[in-house]
């Protein structure tokens, strides 16, 4: 037996027709020759028998978010891009991608195939809340392997993807004066969307028009639409805006 360019060297004498052993290295050729013999001596080696033992693919980088939508107004369907490379592995041994899931407080167990296909010219998948087992507000777990004749990588490590978005813009904020000190600021949420996750608070922020900070008050409630602020200068100018935030 010979590989990686080395000298022949005997790896079997017997009487059998078979012989098993472990191999050295993986992916590499090996060249095998066989002579029989008696008692006047040895035969000419037979021609070559040349084998390449593979193995499973090297395992590959993690998966990349390339884009993701969570609106899901106006019949809109949200969704989740996944697109991979496999820099790691000769492509012309590659058959076959698999792209794995999971929510981000399952344990392994649970991993689930979303996507596995013989098309290894695709390197993405989109998956939505209407085909797909997916929901707005979670945190998913994304895998990605490929396989060879010999069988699947390792996965790789996982792509944590939060199916979310901050909330949009507070469109509707008024006030009411209550004194010459006071100013109860209104604000109304019913068309500013979650960003696909529920609403959990808001910051008020206000400050005098020529001041360059802005005091900020965390209102926990999301049932508070209003919000009285006190001890301000009467005559003064102030600028006040309100965002909401989610978990």
């Given at each position: 037996?010979?590989?990686?360019?080395?000298?022949?060297?005997?790896?079997?004498?017997?009487?059998e027709?078979?012989?098993?052993?472990?191999?050295?290295?993986?992916?590499?050729?090996?060249n095998f020759?066989?002579?029989?013999?008696?008692?006047?001596?040895?035969?000419?080696?037979?021609?070559?028998?040349?084998?390449?033992?593979?193995?499973?693919?090297?395992?590959?980088?993690?998966?990349?978010?390339?884009?993701?939508?969570?609106?899901?107004?106006?019949?809109?369907?949200?969704?989740?891009?996944?697109?991979?490379?496999?820099?790691?592995?000769?492509?012309?041994?590659?058959?076959s991608?698999?792209?794995?899931?999971?929510?981000?407080?399952?344990?392994?167990?649970?991993?689930?195939?979303?996507?596995?296909?013989?098309?290894?010219?695709?390197?993405?998948?989109?998956?939505?809340?209407?085909?797909?087992?997916?929901?707005?507000?979670?945190?998913?777990?994304?895998?990605?392997?490929?396989?060879?004749?010999?069988?699947?990588?390792?996965?790789?490590?996982?792509?944590?993807?939060?199916?979310?978005?901050?909330p949009?813009?507070?469109?509707?904020?008024?006030?009411?004066?209550?004194?010459?000190?006071?100013?109860?600021?209104?604000?109304?949420?019913?068309?500013?969307?979650n960003?696909?996750?529920?609403?959990?608070g808001?910051y008020?922020?206000?400050?005098?028009?020529?001041?360059?900070?802005?005091?900020?008050?965390?209102?926990?409630?999301?049932?508070?639409?209003?919000?009285?602020?006190?001890?301000?200068?009467?005559?003064?100018?102030?600028?006040?805006?309100i965002?909401?935030?989610?978990?």
């Amino acid at each position: 037996m010979s590989y990686n360019n080395k000298a022949y060297t005997q790896i079997y004498s017997g009487n059998e027709n078979s012989y098993s052993f472990n191999i050295p290295v993986y992916g590499v050729d090996y060249n095998f020759r066989l002579r029989v013999g008696n008692s006047i001596g040895y035969s000419e080696y037979s021609n070559i028998l040349t084998v390449t033992f593979n193995t499973i693919p090297n395992t590959m980088n993690s998966p990349i978010l390339s884009e993701m939508n969570t609106d899901n107004r106006n019949n809109l369907i949200p969704y989740i891009k996944i697109i991979w490379s496999n820099s790691n592995n000769d492509l012309n041994e590659i058959i076959s991608y698999k792209l794995e899931y999971k929510l981000s407080t399952d344990n392994d167990d649970s991993i689930t195939t979303i996507y596995e296909s013989t098309n290894t010219n695709t390197y993405d998948y989109t998956l939505n809340t209407q085909d797909d087992n997916i929901s707005l507000g979670n945190i998913y777990y994304f895998y990605i392997s490929c396989s060879n004749e010999i069988g699947y990588s390792e996965r790789s490590n996982y792509l944590s993807v939060t199916f979310a978005s901050a909330p949009k813009q507070i469109t509707s904020i008024s006030y009411e004066h209550t004194s010459t000190t006071y100013i109860n600021i209104i604000y109304d949420i019913t068309n500013t969307y979650n960003g696909g996750s529920e609403v959990t608070g808001y910051y008020l922020k206000y400050k005098l028009n020529s001041e360059s900070d802005y005091n900020i008050i965390t209102i926990n409630d999301i049932n508070t639409l209003n919000y009285l602020i006190e001890d301000l200068t009467n005559g003064e100018k102030y600028n006040f805006n309100i965002s909401a935030f989610n978990t």
